[in-house]
Structures are given as structure tokens and as C-alpha cells.
T-cell receptor, first 113, second 118 residues
Framework: DSGVTQTPKHLITATGQRVTLRCSPR?????VYWYQQSLDQGLQFLIQ???????AKGNILERFSAQQFPDLHSELNLSSLELGDSALYFC????????????FGPGTRLTVL | GENVEQHPSTLSVQEGDSAVIKCTYS??????FPWYKQELGKRPQLIID?????GEKKDQRIAVTLNKTAKHFSLHITETQPEDSAVYFC?????????????????FGQGTILTVHP
């Protein structure tokens, strides 16, 4: 157990819908990262927050957004869902942002039907 | 941006043999190189990492080597066991800095499926 928690574990929804994935970092970690893992794209970095502020952005679609709250938990919002959004979404956390290990949560498996 | 290539995509070895997985990266600013092990349906777990000021690091049966000049790094597993069977990912992270946009972003290789036969 890495200490990073994610909810829900599984999510099944329909195209066009909107979902919210939640992540709680390890105690003391200020930085949260979101990754998408699909069979054809591997592990792709989406976005990073550090102490409530957006720090870095990857190939995150405009339909996706995220935020980090004052208690440091983070939410990833996915809207206008498409079949291709089906994937495992991982959250990771680290103490700060550079030169620190990232610890991954158990992931949320999103299935879009 | 950074690009990480990982080889081989699949690796099959007999128990007790050694396994080597290689990665190359493109961004010379990268200075942190972790390796993750992922079992089916589970989260990636950090197994070893190396920073750019070190050429080699070892932890029991696992070792990582880094060649900054050639921009490649490798994972070495000795005396493999069936429980080593998993997908292994290498990653690279560039040095962050004032105004930088990379910070903690990890760029992953495509993964290597390692199978250790008893």
C-alpha cells in the first residue's frame, strides 16, 4: 500500500457523460500527478498540481480538467466522454515536485460504453 | 519534449537467469530515471531509481546503470524468480526550474513484459 488512495475503483458510464475521479495523496505529500494508462498509449502524464497550483501539463484533452483542494486532495474531471477515454487513471504523489519519488495510487478503471 | 524508448517489449527467461531491459531518452536535461514494476491490474511500484550524478545503483538482485553521454539506462535483474514476472517501465524526468513546465512530469517507456519460467 503506497498511502495514495483513489476513488472509485471502477467506473462504468456512457459516451457523452461526465465523471469525477478523486485522489488523496500520501500524508505530507504536496504534489499530485495524474496519469492515463491505456493499452495502445502506455502510461501518459496528464497534469501535475503542487500545493494547490497547477505545475505542469501533459497531453491533457480540453475535455479534461483537474484541481487540487486546500486539503491537498485532487479531482480529475472528464467530460463529454468518448469510447477512447476508457483507460486506467492513476494518481501519484510526491513530497515536492523535483527530485522526489512518485508513489502511485491503485487507479480508477474507467469504462465508457 | 522528452521521448523514452524501451526494449525489448517482451522478455522471457528461465528462473535463475538474468534479465536486462534497456531505455534511451532524448532530453539531455533529464536527470532522474526511475523504474517501475506493474503486476496485472495493479499500480506501478517504484523498484529502483537513479539520478544523473550517479552511474550505477544496486539493490539486492536489481541494479540500474546510466550512461549520460549515450543517453541510455538499463535495468538488470539477476537470479530471476517467477515472482519477478510483471511489466517493467522505465521513465525519465527533466530537471525543473524557474519558469519551467516540466517539474515532476515523468515520461514513460512503453513497457517490457517479463516472464520468468520456473
Amino acid at each position: 500500500d503506497s498511502g495514495v488512495t483513489q476513488t472509485p475503483k471502477h467506473l462504468i458510464t456512457a459516451t457523452g457523460q461526465r465523471v469525477t475521479l478523486r485522489c488523496s495523496p500520501r500524508s505530507g505529500d504536496l504534489s499530485v500527478y495524474w496519469y492515463q494508462q491505456s493499452l495502445d498509449q502506455g502510461l501518459q502524464f496528464l497534469i501535475q498540481y503542487y500545493n494547490g497550483e497547477e505545475r505542469a501539463k501533459g497531453n491533457i484533452l480540453e475535455r479534461f480538467s483537474a484541481q487540487q483542494f486546500p486539503d491537498l486532495h485532487s479531482e480529475l474531471n472528464l467530460s463529454s466522454l468518448e469510447l477512447g477515454d476508457s483507460a486506467l487513471y492513476f494518481c501519484a504523489s510526491s513530497v515536492m515536485d523535483s527530485y522526489n519519488e512518485q508513489f502511485f495510487g491503485p487507479g480508477t478503471r474507467l469504462t465508457v460504453l | 519534449g522528452e521521448n523514452v524508448e524501451q526494449h525489448p517489449s517482451t522478455l522471457s527467461v528461465q528462473e535463475g537467469d538474468s534479465a536486462v531491459i534497456k531505455c534511451t531518452y532524448s532530453d539531455s536535461a533529464s536527470n532522474y530515471f526511475p523504474w517501475y514494476k506493474q503486476e496485472l491490474g495493479k499500480r506501478p511500484q517504484l523498484i529502483i531509481d537513479i539520478r544523473s550524478n550517479v552511474g550505477e545503483k544496486k539493490d539486492q538482485r536489481i541494479a540500474v546503470t546510466l550512461n549520460k553521454t549515450a543517453k541510455h539506462f538499463s535495468l538488470h535483474i539477476t537470479e530471476t524468480q517467477p515472482e519477478d514476472s510483471a511489466v517493467y517501465f522505465c521513465a525519465a524526468r527533466p530537471r525543473g526550474g524557474a519558469g519551467g513546465t516540466s517539474y515532476g512530469k515523468l515520461t514513460f517507456g512503453q513497457g517490457t513484459i517479463l516472464t520468468v519460467h520456473p
